[in-house]
């Protein structure tokens, strides 16, 4: 079945930065559009970026665009999500997903198949 892991959350100071992982497997991973969304406490699911099946299409929400990077490597069946200039607002649970239908990233939740677990990062103000 579809597997997707995320690690490399934590708790980072306001201005640093960390780079997560989402381990992918059970799927033709090189195929399909990825994507980072993100949940903060009381707040709804966001979008955060996503990356076409290929690499070369990116997409940022407004709101981590030149602090964050979106990158996947199909050799290693994972994306990776850097995030640099890290602000307290950034506090959130940071999940990946898979989109099966579409080579180029949605910011859309709804349209995502399947999803990992969750990783949790923390930036106290």
């Known amino acids: 079945q579809v597997q997707l892991v995320e690690s490399g959350g934590g708790l980072v100071q306001a201005g640093g930065s960390l780079r997560l992982s989402c381990a992918a497997s059970g799927l033709t991973f090189y195929n399909y559009a990825m994507g980072w969304f993100r949940q903060g406490p009381g707040k709804e699911r966001e979008f955060v970026a996503g990356?076409?099946?290929?690499?070369?299409?990116?997409r940022y929400a407004d709101s981590v665009k030149g602090r964050f990077t979106i990158s996947r490597d199909n050799a290693k069946n994972t994306v990776y999500l850097q995030m640099d200039s890290l602000k307290p607002e950034d506090t959130a649970v940071y999940y990946c997903?898979?989109?099966?239908?579409?080579?180029?990233?949605?910011?859309?939740?709804?349209?995502?198949?399947?999803w990992g677990q969750g990783t949790q990062v923390t930036v106290p103000s």
């Open positions: 990356i076409s099946w290929r690499g070369g299409t990116t």
């Open positions: 997903a898979a989109d099966l239908t579409a080579l180029t990233p949605s910011s859309t939740a709804s349209v995502y198949d399947y």
